[in-house]
């Protein structure tokens, strides 16, 4: 079955430093692959999203991930983090290809919680 | 403009009883889900309609059943709510022939006393 492994529960970096979140999935084949931010109380808003071509993808925020195949990971990555930065971030996958029961279906991962100190 | 919007945003309710969350969205989208957020913040899919037709139904209990009226709506009703239910409910919609972005409602906090 696929699962979706973010090995950090809780990070925190001071404002200014640099932010890597981990993400490493097991899928059958590479997947879609998601990152989302949810702030205290709010929905979850995307990141960035991989689906094909170039491993490294730019996103909002000055977000950018990393697609390694050989190591099943999708890492989140900003070089300098800002205090608005402090929420929860979420990774996910999703089957490629359409039809059957997996349909668009999210597998999320456990989530990060990323602490920013001033 | 909201894009993904649910009512209520907040449901207190005693065990027991039945109640109905709703979701519209303005995207033109042809996908919408829902997803339950546990108190450890853990997401899981429950349902997921394309076209109003059902076409994920993960394993939920029988007393959880969505509705879908129109491709802008997916409606949850749940029966007989339970402690356990005490969650974050989400909807979500995508359109999912441009791939599987999803975007989120603001979420419906559910509890049960």
């Known amino acids: 079955a696929q699962s979706v492994t973010q090995p950090d529960i809780h990070i925190t970096v001071s404002e200014g430093a640099s932010l890597e979140l981990r993400c490493n999935y097991s899928y059958g084949a590479t997947p879609y692959l998601f990152w989302y931010v949810q702030s205290p109380g709010q929905g979850l808003q995307l990141l960035l999203k991989y689906f094909s071509g170039d491993t490294l993808v730019q996103g909002i925020k000055g977000f950018e991930a990393e697609f390694k195949r050989s190591q099943s990971s999708f890492n989140l990555r900003k070089p300098s983090v800002h205090w608005s930065d402090a929420a929860e971030y979420f990774c996910a996958v999703a089957p490629r290809g359409a039809g059957g029961t997996s349909y668009g279906k999210l597998t999320f991962g456990q989530g990060t919680i990323l602490t920013v100190h001033p | 403009d909201t894009a993904v919007s649910q009512t209520p945003k907040y449901l207190v309710t005693q065990m027991g009883n039945d109640k109905s969350i709703k979701c519209e969205q303005n995207?033109?989208?042809?996908?919408m889900y829902w997803y339950k957020q546990d108190s450890k913040k853990f997401l899981k899919i429950m349902f997921s309609y394309n076209n109003k037709e059902l076409i994920i139904n993960e394993t939920v209990p029988n007393r959880f059943s969505p509705k879908s009226p129109d491709k802008a709506h997916l409606n949850l009703h749940i029966n007989s709510l339970e402690l356990g239910d005490s969650a974050v409910y989400f909807c979500?919609?995508?359109?999912?022939?441009?791939?599987?972005?999803?975007?989120f409602g603001p979420g419906t906090r559910l509890t049960v006393t």
């Open positions: 979500a919609s995508s359109q999912v022939r441009i791939g599987y972005e999803q975007y």
């Open positions: 995207l033109g989208h042809d996908t």
